[in-house]
């Protein structure tokens, strides 16, 4: 872990004053877990406030930058824009990794969907505490600066498009069937399940998915039989490998 939470600063173009407050929002639960005399909470609370900032600052940007976007389109476009994919992205490209606190099996664990989620809270955290040291505006600059800049991005690929109403769409419209989704494994504790998901058309198992909800799951099969059945035409074609 890098100390010098200077370099951060420069990074994103804000100077704190509260520079424990940048810290704070570096911190993961699991460290406090190791080090309960550590001085500072850990970023869940600012990760709250972020969230709700990001979103307003997103769906503002979206409402006045596309007047002619009903709100279903521009619905799609904010959760690409901040699902912990994208805001994991966007702290890989900050290098947010080098200023976490977390615990030392979390510090290995550089590559895992748990890691992903970590870095995407640490986004928002971030964004929490600028809005809370330097206001409004400064968090509206953070946000058009490191997260909108990948809209055009995600509408180039068309990573807004929900994997799992596109093969429905494509099941209906060529097999005159719907898709159904069944649970085949649940693993792990309740804080921490994992699921495999299948889905099938008819009897036919197409694909299966794996996530940390059931929801998840779903997405990430869909995203498998569209792959598998080879449904990608030219508008939607990045969307199985998203």
């Excluded at 850990?42 to 009903?70: I, K, M, Q, W």
């Amino acid at each position: 872990m890098n100390g010098d939470f200077s370099i951060l600063e420069k990074r994103i173009g804000v100077t704190f004053t509260n520079k424990d407050l940048l810290r704070q929002s570096m911190v993961h639960r699991s460290f406090l877990n190791e080090n309960p005399s550590f001085p500072l909470n850990h970023n869940e609370r600012l990760e709250y406030l972020g969230d709700a900032v990001l979103e307003l600052v997103v769906t503002d940007y979206l409402y006045r930058s596309f007047p002619d976007a009903d709100e279903g389109v521009m619905t799609n476009w904010r959760a690409s824009l901040v699902n912990s994919k994208m805001l994991s992205l966007v702290s890989r490209n900050l290098e947010l990794d080098e200023f976490l606190y977390l615990s030392k099996g979390e510090g290995k664990d550089s590559e895992s969907k748990a890691r992903q989620y970590i870095l995407a809270n640490a986004i928002e955290a971030l964004i929490g505490a600028v809005y809370l040291e330097k206001g409004y505006e400064a968090a509206d600059k953070f946000i058009h600066v490191f997260v909108l800049p990948h809209l055009p991005i995600i509408l180039e690929q068309g990573l807004d498009v929900d994997p799992k109403s596109r093969f429905q769409e494509l099941a209906q419209e060529k097999m005159k069937v719907t898709p159904r989704y069944e649970v085949l494994k649940m693993e792990g504790p309740d804080h921490a399940k994992w699921f495999t998901v299948g889905v099938y058309l008819e009897k036919d198992l197409i694909a299966t998915g794996e996530g940390s909800s059931k929801q998840e799951a779903q997405l990430h099969a869909a995203k498998q039989a569209l792959l598998q059945k080879e449904w990608n035409n030219n508008n939607h074609e990045q969307v199985a490998t998203s």
